[in-house]
């Protein structure tokens, strides 16, 4: 079983609609969760970055985490057809035990619509 | 802004020939990481380094090495370059303190192995 696991869609959607995409995991002691956004062709950029549990929110984006039932999501609102990419969720189990190395999700493809 | 600048978008290299990709962060950063990502496969990684001269096999070392001779450049190096190491490459860092766990990523090189 992979350590994280992650829906790869495609996820297609029209223009204004809220997004959900999830994460699950099986390792109890990652700490940091995270959520990168790539488009095509290019690296991947950090878009949300949380500790623990609870929820964080950045503008249209928010990010929730429950670590009790190992599972992580990032809501889009109001998606624009700029949100259009693949969505990669990471984590990791903090800077002592893992040496800063993330474990990620396949990610998933983005289509926002207009 | 964190900088991670790789040295080829795109490379092309003929069966048996020796590569290196070259990756430089400009933010003094201590870990960086070379990653592989294929279609439905997502990110693997290939080798991290957390120091000068350290390196850790990450995954899918088989095929790869690494040298890390200064804190800002990692190398990655495919001894006889093979079709089935046709890839998307990215390199990522990150720094010490509570956002250790953070990844950079540079653009990607993009390499086609005939």
């Known amino acids: 079983q992979k350590e994280v696991e992650q829906d790869p869609g495609p996820l297609s959607v029209p223009e204004g609609a809220i997004v959900s995409l999830n994460c699950t995991y099986s390792?109890?002691?990652?700490?940091?969760f995270m959520w990168y956004r790539q488009y095509s062709r290019k690296g991947p950029e950090l878009l949300m970055y949380?500790?623990?549990?609870g929820n964080k929110e950045d503008g249209r984006f928010t990010a929730q985490v429950d670590k009790s039932s190992k599972y992580i999501s990032l809501f889009i609102r109001d998606s624009q057809p700029s949100d259009s990419a693949t969505y990669l969720c990471?984590?990791?189990?903090?800077?002592?035990?893992?040496?800063?190395?993330?474990?990620f999700g396949r990610g998933t493809q983005l289509t926002a619509w207009p | 802004d964190v900088k991670v600048t790789q040295s080829s978008r795109y490379l092309v290299k003929r069966t048996g020939e020796k590569v290196f990709l070259e990756c430089v962060q400009d933010?003094?950063?201590?870990?960086m990481f070379w990653y592989r990502q294929d279609p439905g496969l997502g990110l693997r990684l290939i080798y991290f380094?957390?120091?000068?001269?350290?390196?850790e096999k990450g995954d899918i070392p088989e095929g790869y090495s690494v040298s890390r001779e200064k804190k800002e450049r990692f190398s990655l190096i495919l001894e006889s370059a093979s079709t089935n190491q046709t890839s998307m490459y990215l390199c990522?860092?990150?720094?010490?303190?509570?956002?250790?766990?953070?990844?950079?990523f540079g653009p990607g090189t993009r390499l086609t192995v005939l």
């Open positions: 990522a860092s990150s720094g010490g303190g509570s956002k250790a766990d953070t990844q950079y």
């Open positions: 933010m003094d950063h201590e870990n």
């Open positions: 380094s957390y120091d000068v001269k350290m390196k």
């Open positions: 390792n109890s002691a990652f700490q940091y």
């Open positions: 949380t500790y623990s549990s």
């Open positions: 990471a984590m990791s189990g903090g800077r002592g035990s893992t040496l800063g190395r993330l474990y």
